[in-house]
T-cell receptor, first 115, second 114 residues
Framework: SQTIHQWPATLVQPVGSPLSLECTVE??????LYWYRQAAGRGLQLLFY??????ISSEVPQNLSASRPQDRQFILSSKKLLLSDSGFYLC??????????????FGPGTRLTVL | AQTVTQSQPEMSVQEAETVTLSCTYD???????LFWYKQPPSRQMILVIR??????QNATENRFSVNFQKAAKSFSLKISDSQLGDAAMYFC???????????FGTGTLLAVQP
């Protein structure tokens, strides 16, 4: 069966510091991978998605970037964090099924607080 | 705009009773998928149920079922025999192949009263 991991679970960082959040998927090959952000009490905002190694699509212009160095690894980064980067970050995966991408499954998330 | 609307910010139900959460959406596509996700206090998003738009039969997963009205673009979730563990934020979402995105509603916070 497939599992998705995210770490760290919780992170407190000062403004201006760098960021690296990691997401890995087990039990599947060539998944589509996604990064979402959820502000407190709000819905999910898609930040990046990737359909393969080195292929990243950005949805929102921002202070963040994403990379996919391996098939089942997806990294969210920032060179200098802003206060507005605080939130709950969720990674998700899906597999291409039939004529369209299928159900997305989410990781446990990372709670980021920027002070 | 491709939107998903959940008009009930909060709902409450008595344990063992039935509750229905509403969702409407806007799309110009004929082929798409609809989902309900549950987000408990741990904040992990858990898939509850999914519906393919081309299927007329409403999806069912144990105590969870949907009422899919394609012409009305409505996709409500019914929870039967509500349990304390059902208390969570519930998000409706739509995926369309043309947009390659999962669009979420703003969520409904469900409280289950003992």
């Amino acid at each position: 069966s497939q599992t998705i991991h995210q770490w760290p679970a919780t992170l407190v960082q000062p403004v201006g510091s760098p960021l690296s959040l990691e997401c890995t998927v087990e039990g599947t090959s060539n998944p589509n991978l996604y990064w979402y952000r959820q502000a407190a009490g709000r819905g999910l905002q898609l930040l990046f998605y990737s359909v393969g190694i080195g292929q990243i699509s950005s949805e929102v212009p921002q202070n963040l970037s994403a990379s996919r160095p391996q098939d089942r690894q997806f990294i969210l980064s920032s060179k200098k964090l802003l206060l507005s980067d605080s939130g709950f970050y969720l990674c998700a995966w899906s597999i291409f099924s039939g004529g369209s991408t299928d159900t997305q499954y989410f990781g446990p998330g990372t709670r980021l607080t920027v002070l | 705009a491709q939107t998903v609307t959940q008009s009930q910010p909060e709902m409450s139900v008595q344990e063992a009773e039935t509750v229905t959460l509403s969702c409407t959406y806007d799309t110009s596509e004929s082929d798409y998928y609809l989902f309900w996700y549950k987000q408990p206090p741990s904040r992990q998003m858990i898939l509850v149920i999914r519906q393919e738009a081309y299927k007329q039969q409403n999806a069912t997963e144990n105590r969870f079922s949907v009422n899919f009205q394609k012409a009305a673009k409505s996709f409500s979730l019914k929870i039967s025999d509500s349990q304390l563990g059902d208390a969570a934020m519930y998000f409706c979402a739509r995926y369309g192949g043309a947009t390659n995105k999962l669009i979420f509603g703003t969520g409904t916070l469900l409280a289950v009263q003992p």
